[in-house]
Structures are given as C-alpha cells and as structure tokens.
C-alpha cells in the first residue's frame, strides 16, 4: 500500500519483463499511477473484508482504512482496473497471529472476501483469490497449536463454491520457531522493585516485546539447571519499552550467561533495525548439525557509513 514512486517503477519494469508477474494495488489512486506508467498487465486488487483479526490491533488489517479498497467500493473499482488491466485476482489479509479464539472472525473474513471474489468474477473471470496469512502459533508454553485438519475444514466452509483457484500467504506459521535470539547477560541488578537482567539484545534485535506486547520464551541456556528466580529482561536502549519480560522465572541468570528468546523467526530479523544507532547482530543458520553465518554482523562502522 501506498506505494513510492520508485517502488511502483521498479514493480512496472520488472512486470514488463515477466509478463507472468501480478502487481497488486490497494487504492483506485495506485491503479491510475500504473496506468500513467504505461502499465497495462496483469493486476489484483487488494480488498479491505473490514474485518480485522490477529494477537493485536496493530496487526489488524483487516479492519484499517490504510489497506486495500473499502469492500463497498469493491465493484466499482473492479470495473474500472479491469477495463484498463487484466485483473486476474483479489487478495485480502485480515490480521496476523490468528489463534483459536480469533479463528470464527478469521473465517468470517475469508468468507466476505470469497464473496467479493464471486461478485468480481461476474465482471471478469479471475485467476485467484488470495486470502493471505494469517495463521498463528503459540508463543506461550502453555498455548496449544492450531489444529490444521480443523483450520483447513473451516476455511473451506467459509470459502465456498469459488471459481477461481485459492491463495494463502502464511508467513509466521512456517517461520516462527524457526530462530531464536541468543543473547548475553551483561549486568545483575538487585532492586527494590525487581531484580533486573540486563542482555546485550534490545528492542532493536527483536522488536515484538515492545511493539506489540508479545510474550516470547526465555531460556538461561548457560544454566538450565538453577533454581529460577522472577526477573526482569531488559536491553541497553533509553526507553522502559526496552523489556523482554518482567517478573518471569527463569534459571538465576549471572552475568556472561546466555538467554535464548524463542520463537523469533516471525517478525524477528526482519524487523531488527538501528534504533540508537546500535548494529545489528549477525545471523547463523544450522542445517544438518553444521552451522554458518548467513548475515554478518554490523559494526558501528556500518551504522554510520552513509553519514556525512
Ligand atoms: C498481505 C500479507 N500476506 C501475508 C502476510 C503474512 O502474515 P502471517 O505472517 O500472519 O501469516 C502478511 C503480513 O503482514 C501480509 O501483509
């Protein structure tokens, strides 16, 4: 959505080389922008179901003016793109981090968009309706997993008859446990209010914590075996957001151990960032018992080589 200038440029050119690329837009304004870009293709319309779902309102799309065209004017717009492009599909994404309770309004989602697509398709044939991601995994030790069988039986149901082939987009459900952080304890603070533990990792490293409120499991990997003790997990930035976890058993860290902060493949890396100016870590994948280092860590250096 809203996308620069430069993005739609690039998204033009490389269509045009690849006559099988799709380019979705979210707004009657981005398919005039193609247009003026000589851009006659292949596209898909991003709908908004306004229904939003996910472990929180800020990944709740569903429901946000911001995405995709508002589900009345649908029709209208569909219309007019398919005059002008060859509108192939509809997509939608209602939210991030579905779990049980939010699956009904999950499915109630799928439904209106399915209906849309069946509305769209009277106006022109569509390739696909792409109803996105969505699905979510547990974070907590006590959560159970989605149940799949169940999942897919009600997505079918909310589907429904569809003449078009049917997309989704998981992209946490494959990827969350995939990574952890490993993280160094640096400093033990003894006070009146908690006992704090300060690690080298920040909301800079993984930013859920202090964005979304996410719990994430946290191991002393050095020391499994000590008596645990409620503490609180905090990095190196200047904001109380800067937390992993507060009053959490875990194995009475000492400082030089390792924690390792689970499930941070989803939304971990990705949106790791420079905040303070601090380099982000280096990555390394372990495939086979082998392990190597797939991302460099920065320098400082790095931080600032673009400064004058
Ligand atoms: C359009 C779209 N599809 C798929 C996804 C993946 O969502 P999830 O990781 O919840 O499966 C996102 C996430 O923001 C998205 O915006």
Same mark, same amino acid.
């Given at each position: 959505?809203?996308?620069?200038?430069?993005?739609?440029? &690039?998204?033009?050119?490389?269509?045009?080389?690849?006559?099988?690329?799709?380019?979705?837009? !979210?707004?009657?304004? $981005?398919?005039?922008?193609?247009?003026?870009?000589? &851009?006659?293709?292949?596209?898909? %319309?991003?709908?908004?179901?306004?229904?939003? $779902?996910?472990?929180?309102?800020?990944?709740?799309?569903?429901?946000?003016?911001?995405?995709?065209?508002?589900?009345?004017?649908?029709?209208?717009?569909?219309? /007019?793109?398919?005059?002008?492009?060859?509108?192939?599909?509809?997509?939608?994404?209602?939210?991030?981090?579905?779990?049980?309770?939010?699956?009904?309004?999950?499915?109630?989602?799928?439904?209106?968009?399915?209906?849309?697509?069946?509305?769209?398709?009277?106006? $022109?044939?569509?390739?696909?309706? /792409?109803?996105?991601?969505?699905?979510? @995994?547990? &974070?907590?030790?006590?959560?159970?997993?989605?149940?799949?069988? #169940?999942?897919?039986?009600?997505?079918?149901? =909310?589907?429904?008859?569809?003449?078009?082939?049917?997309?989704?987009?998981? !992209?946490?459900? #494959?990827?969350?446990?995939?990574?952890? #952080?490993?993280?160094?304890?640096?400093?033990?603070?003894?006070?009146?209010?908690? $006992?704090? @533990?300060?690690?080298?990792? *920040?909301?800079?490293?993984?930013?859920?914590?202090?964005?979304? !409120?996410?719990?994430?499991?946290?191991?002393?990997?050095?020391?499994?075996?000590?008596?645990?003790?409620?503490? *609180?997990?905090?990095?190196?930035?200047?904001?109380?957001?800067?937390?992993?976890?507060?009053?959490?058993? %875990?194995?009475?860290?000492?400082?030089?151990?390792?924690?390792?902060?689970?499930?941070?493949?989803?939304?971990?890396?990705?949106?790791?960032?420079?905040?303070?100016?601090?380099?982000?870590?280096?990555? @390394?994948?372990?495939? !086979?018992?082998?392990?190597?280092?797939?991302?460099?860590?920065?320098?400082? =250096?790095?931080?600032?080589?673009?400064?004058?």
């Amino acid at each position: 959505m809203n996308p620069p200038d430069a993005d739609l440029d &690039y998204a033009v050119e490389l269509a045009e080389e690849n006559p099988g690329l799709t380019i979705t837009g !979210g707004a009657r304004d $981005t398919f005039d922008r193609l247009a003026e870009r000589g &851009y006659d293709g292949r596209v898909a %319309i991003r709908i908004n179901p306004g229904i939003g $779902t996910g472990h929180h309102e800020k990944v709740a799309t569903g429901k946000d003016a911001k995405f995709g065209i508002p589900y009345e004017q649908v029709p209208a717009v569909a219309e /007019d793109v398919a005059d002008r492009f060859d509108l192939v599909g509809i997509h939608a994404h209602a939210g991030s981090g579905v779990l049980h309770d939010d699956l009904d309004d999950h499915c109630r989602a799928i439904g209106k968009v399915a209906d849309m697509g069946r509305r769209v398709g009277e106006v $022109t044939p569509l390739s696909f309706v /792409d109803f996105g991601g969505g699905f979510g @995994v547990p &974070y907590r030790e006590d959560e159970e997993p989605l149940d799949m069988q #169940v999942v897919g039986e009600k997505v079918r149901e =909310a589907v429904g008859d569809l003449d078009a082939r049917i997309k989704l987009e998981p !992209g946490r459900y #494959v990827v969350a446990d995939a990574e952890l #952080v490993l993280t160094e304890v640096n400093t033990i603070k003894e006070a009146p209010a908690a $006992t704090v @533990v300060g690690v080298d990792a *920040s909301l800079a490293t993984l930013i859920r914590p202090a964005m979304f !409120g996410s719990y994430h499991p946290i191991r002393n990997v050095s020391a499994p075996g000590r008596d645990a003790e409620p503490v *609180s997990v905090g990095g190196p930035c200047c904001t109380s957001a800067d937390v992993f976890c507060t009053d959490r058993p %875990i194995a009475r860290p000492e400082r030089g151990d390792l924690l390792a902060i689970g499930n941070a493949g989803a939304y971990g890396y990705e949106l790791a960032n420079q905040f303070h100016s601090q380099p982000r870590p280096a990555e @390394v994948a372990i495939e !086979g018992g082998e392990s190597r280092v797939v991302r460099e860590r920065e320098t400082l =250096a790095d931080v600032t080589r673009t400064e004058r």
